[in-house]
């Protein structure tokens, strides 16, 4: 995924009805989308884009295809924990970096970055949300007709962005694919 641009503008999300996956079926990759394009289907109803998902407590589980992640007023990265959730490694990628670049380089983006139980109030609160997936990061402006933050794309998401599409040039984790041995030439 490329870096959002300059002028990248956040998507305008909502919650749905669509029950959550049984933790089993959530936290295993398989084929069965079902759930996740009712999610979504239901979401672009609405005004939406993907639909994010939450709980009977009013706790925000994922997204259709993607994690969810706030920032708060605090300046904490925080994203709903995998007890119910497939494991992203966007995310746990985009956390390792948030917290040597973001947070522990002095770049003072960030005062922490945890995994913890997110209550759907404190995004509509959060100085900036957005989604996590497929390497990438989607911004999120509006929140079921809630303006998030400033409404704007904030600097956690660009520099979230930044750093992954860089991570993901980084030859250290590329692997030389031999297109020769499919009758391929590079």
Do not use: W
Request: proline residues 4%.
């Amino acid at each position: 995924p490329k870096a959002l641009s300059d002028d990248a503008e956040g998507f305008a999300e909502m919650t749905v009805h669509i029950p959550l996956k049984t933790a089993a079926l959530a936290t295993m990759k398989s084929n069965n989308y079902m759930l996740n394009a009712l999610t979504a289907m239901e979401a672009e109803d609405r005004g939406g884009t993907l639909g994010i998902q939450v709980d009977s407590d009013g706790y925000i589980a994922e997204a259709s295809i993607a994690c969810v992640a706030i920032v708060t007023r605090k300046r904490v990265l925080k994203a709903p924990p995998f007890d119910s959730t497939l494991a992203s490694t966007t995310l746990v990628r985009a956390f390792q970096l948030a917290e040597a670049e973001l947070q522990s380089s002095g770049a003072g983006l960030l005062s922490g970055v945890c995994q913890a139980p997110t209550l759907l109030h404190e995004a509509y609160d959060a100085a900036e949300m957005f989604t996590l997936g497929g390497g990438g990061v989607r911004p999120i402006s509006s929140l079921n007709g809630r303006v998030i933050g400033d409404g704007r794309v904030g600097p956690v998401v660009r520099a979230l962005s930044k750093l992954l599409e860089l991570d993901m040039q980084n030859e250290d984790y590329l692997d030389d694919i031999p297109y020769e041995v499919y009758g391929h030439e590079r």
